[in-house]
T-cell receptor
Framework: QKEVEQNSGPLSVPEGAIASLNCTYS??????FFWYRQYSGKSPELIMS????GDKEDGRFTAQLNKASQYVSLLIRDSQPSDSATYLC??????????FGTGTRLQVTL | SQTIHQWPATLVQPVGSPLSLECTVE??????LYWYRQAAGRGLQLLFY??????ISSEVPQNLSASRPQDRQFILSSKKLLLSDSGFYLC???????????FGNGTRLTVT
């Protein structure tokens, strides 16, 4: 079992719709959770951090964390073509080691 | 504010040649520093990390080495490159603990 799992996609959503990206993790002791956006050929850019159960909103982005079920999700409201990228989920485990998923590719269509 | 610089942006090297990639961080002291590699269509693979000058931890044994000669400088090296060393190399930093990583712009290495 991979430590951090994501569906590779592509996830295709029309412009203006809500994109929902999911991530599961295996280490029950994980404390910190991050979402990164990576455009093709570029480095990952941090877009959200979440540390406690529930929702955290930042503009069009909402991160959701459920430690009991060991999943974290990212919602993107009013999706724009500029949101088309690969989204990486990253989790800090009990050894304070940050582990990345392989990413979900999002395509926002006109 | 903190910034991370990584160079060069692209590099084409023949098999068997040496490699030196450099990364520096500004605006902070005693950062944790990391080298990752991302092969085409693959996830991020942690290569090395450092919590202080001269302290290097290797995650994956391979043809590469890392050094931290100064507090905010991290260098990735190889004596002889292999074709399999091609990839996108990323330097990153964080202040430690459960803080997120912040990445440099990356170096795309092609070994021919």
């Amino acid at each position: 079992q991979k430590e951090v799992e994501q569906n590779s996609g592509p996830l295709s959503v029309p412009e203006g719709a809500i994109a929902s990206l999911n991530c599961t993790y295996s280490d029950r002791g994980s404390q910190s959770f991050f979402w990164y956006r990576q455009y093709s050929g570029k480095s990952p850019e941090l877009i959200m951090s979440i540390y406690s159960n529930g929702d955290k909103e930042d503009g069009r982005f909402t991160a959701q964390l459920n430690k009991a079920s060991q999943y974290v999700s990212l919602l993107i409201r009013d999706s724009q073509p500029s949101d088309s990228a690969t989204y990486l989920c990253a989790v800090t485990g009990t050894a304070s080691k940050l582990t990345f998923g392989t990413g979900t590719r999002l395509q926002v269509t006109l | 504010s903190q910034t991370i610089h990584q160079w060069p942006a692209t590099l084409v090297q023949p098999v068997g040649s040496p490699l030196s990639l450099e990364c520096t961080v500004e605006g902070t002291s005693n950062p944790n520093l990391y080298w990752y590699r991302q092969a085409a269509g693959r996830g991020l693979q942690l290569l090395f990390y450092s919590v202080g000058i001269g302290q290097i931890s290797s995650e994956v044994p391979q043809n590469l080495s890392a050094s931290r000669p100064q507090d905010r400088q991290f260098i990735l090296s190889s004596k002889k490159l292999l074709l399999s060393d091609s990839g996108f190399y990323l330097c990153a930093w964080n202040p430690g603990g459960d803080s997120p990583l912040h990445f440099g712009n990356g170096t795309r290495l092609t070994v021919t």
